[in-house]
């Protein structure tokens, strides 16, 4: 049996297809493909970007910023020490890019100016720090990306 060259054409086309299929069907039936969004309320979080700018304006307007440091207990932050410590509420919340099940969030709870996140709940790599705190009805924001 000859093939012509329409016949060719048709295979070659057809083979294409399968083979574009293939890994359309693949990419879309694999874990390790599964993409989320970095939040699940993401577009709610957009609406909200242009206070968290304000907050990080002000934070940078302060004499001294949030500054951390690594210790053997775990992260240390430490809050500017010429404001009232007593007077700081808000919330550390600490950002794992390649695992979303090991973000987590705590409460800023201060007996002096410094507050300790413990070496047991961090793992090796990368996180984003975002503490969100107030002062004396001012709030502030400040993030960073580190390695631990």
Not at 1 to 16: D, E, L, P, R
Not at 121 to 139: A, E, F, S
Request: charged content about 30%; glycine content about 4%; cysteine-free.
């Amino acid at each position: 049996m000859k093939i012509n060259w329409g016949t060719a054409i048709v295979i070659a086309f057809v083979g294409f297809i399968g083979f574009i299929m293939y890994f359309v069907v693949n990419m879309a039936t694999d874990d390790k493909y599964d993409h989320d969004l970095v939040v699940d309320d993401y577009y709610q979080k957009e609406l909200e970007f242009q206070s968290e700018i304000d907050k990080e304006k002000k934070s940078k307007a302060l004499k001294t910023n949030i500054t951390w440091k690594k210790t053997k207990e775990g992260i240390v932050i430490e809050f500017p020490k010429d404001l009232d410590f007593k007077e700081i509420k808000g919330s550390v919340f600490l950002y794992r890019p390649s695992n979303k099940r090991l973000d987590f969030e705590i409460p800023i709870s201060l007996s002096d100016f410094n507050l300790l996140i413990p070496d047991n709940n961090l793992l090796d790599g990368r996180w984003n720090i975002k503490v969100d705190w107030t002062y004396k009805n001012n709030t502030y924001l400040y993030k960073k990306g580190i390695t631990y």
